[in-house]
């Protein structure tokens, strides 16, 4: 006798494994830097995912991110924007989900550059440099944190959306953190882990392997 899959059962399972994809809020970034940065996820106590690493000098680092969008993973509340000097005068300026970054409760960590392998100030002038998560996880522990941060308005800053950015010492890599709920970005809980759902979906599928036909009529 052939055996069958109910339909609805197929159904089901799509619809455990699509969760994992269900709910993320997507916003935009527009982050310029002197001279380099990257965006990270997490928490208030820890630094999770990459968001985004950027990889252009800072004439052009608008002009990319006009058509990205990015989302937080589940269980993300924080962001942190790690900017990077080369040299010079450093600021780091901008709008995340469309909110200027300076009119937001924020916090600078210590400086975090000693961390950050390969950190030079050729490579981060250039806005070539890419930050490791692994390092700024490493890093994260050790860092003291300030809420007295300067506002500068002249320079990259003033290539900004905003005209304005933060200042911080030269040459050196810091974190800015703040709220998700602070740029309007609601965060997302936790999902269940995606072996968890494929083992449902496959006691499921089990099942229905079992579920025959009933006999023809005679």
């Not at 968001?51 to 937080?72: E, K, M």
């Not at 998560?133 to 500068?152: G, I, K, R």
Request: proline share 6%; charged share 15%; hydrophobic share 40%.
């Amino acid at each position: 006798m052939k055996k069958i899959i109910d339909k609805p059962l197929y159904f089901a399972v799509f619809l455990a494994l699509a969760g994992l994809a269900r709910g993320q809020q997507s916003f935009s970034i527009q982050i310029i830097a002197d001279n380099d940065f990257a965006v990270f996820g997490g928490t208030s106590n820890s630094v999770n995912d990459l968001i985004y690493q950027n990889d252009v000098s800072w004439p052009d680092q608008l002009n990319n991110l006009s058509t990205i969008t990015f989302s937080l993973q589940p269980g993300d509340t924080t962001f942190y924007l790690l900017g990077m000097g080369g040299g010079g005068d450093e600021n780091i300026s901008g709008t995340v989900n469309g909110v200027d970054i300076t009119t937001i409760d924020i916090s600078m960590s210590s400086d975090l550059s000693s961390y950050l392998s390969g950190y030079s100030d050729g490579p981060v002038a250039d806005g070539t440099y890419d930050a490791s998560l692994s390092d700024v996880q490493t890093a994260f522990p050790d860092l003291t944190w300030t809420t007295n941060l300067v506002v500068t308005y002249g320079g990259v800053a003033a290539q900004s959306p905003t005209g304005r950015g933060f200042d911080f010492p030269s040459s050196t890599a810091h974190l800015f953190e703040f709220g998700a709920t602070d740029v309007g970005v609601t965060p997302t809980a936790p999902e269940p882990s995606t072996c968890l759902l494929l083992a449902s979906a496959g006691v499921m599928l089990a099942v229905g392997r079992f579920r025959k036909s009933p006999p023809p009529c005679t």
